[in-house]
């Protein structure tokens, strides 16, 4: 079987990052992990399992990881995204959407802003999600959440 534990991994897994938004109550939460994994479990390139796995992060984040010795073609995450524009559908919520930034409030909350809404009401020592960490390593060692100025959204504060 190809999905593994994620812990299973070693820190040069690639990685992607989904941002939810709304976050997702615990129903929506096993809906949606529940069909990650058997879309895991049967994902394959070229005929070939992948080894993956996934993680569901702040109930706002999919992280979805590849050892970094399966292959991948442009089909089998074609049908990543397909599936997860399927969720967004099924669940009311958006997956997809590059146009948001996820900050955290200082009460802790986890929020989906537009980028424009940033511009307006973010600073650059605003803590956000950087949903674009690539590799494994970046997430658990908490890299992917830092300051505005450390990341993307920054420069959208200063341009």
């Given amino acids: 079987m190809p999905r593994i534990d994620i812990n299973q991994l070693d820190d040069h897994a690639r990685t992607w990052l989904f941002g939810i938004s709304p976050a997702l109550n615990e129903t929506q939460s096993r809906q949606l992990l529940d069909r990650v994994d058997r879309f895991l479990d049967g994902w394959a390139a070229h005929d ?9 992060l702040y109930g706002s984040f999919l992280a979805l ?9 442009g089909c089998s995450i074609d049908r990543m995204f397909g599936l997860l524009k399927q969720f967004e559908h099924e669940l009311g919520v958006s997956i997809l959407d590059a146009n948001r930034v996820f900050v955290r409030h200082a ?19 605003t803590t956000i999600f950087d949903t674009t960490a690539d590799r494994l390593s970046e997430i658990r060692s908490g890299h992917w959440i830092r300051k505005a100025e450390e990341a993307w959204p920054g420069k959208l504060l200063t341009t």
């Fill in 107 to 125: 009460d802790g909350r986890i929020d989906a802003l537009s980028r424009a809404d940033f511009r307006n009401r973010g600073d650059l020592h």
């Fill in 48 to 56: 070939v399992p992948v080894t993956s796995a996934r993680e569901l």
């Fill in 65 to 73: 990881a590849v050892d970094e010795r399966s292959e991948t073609s």
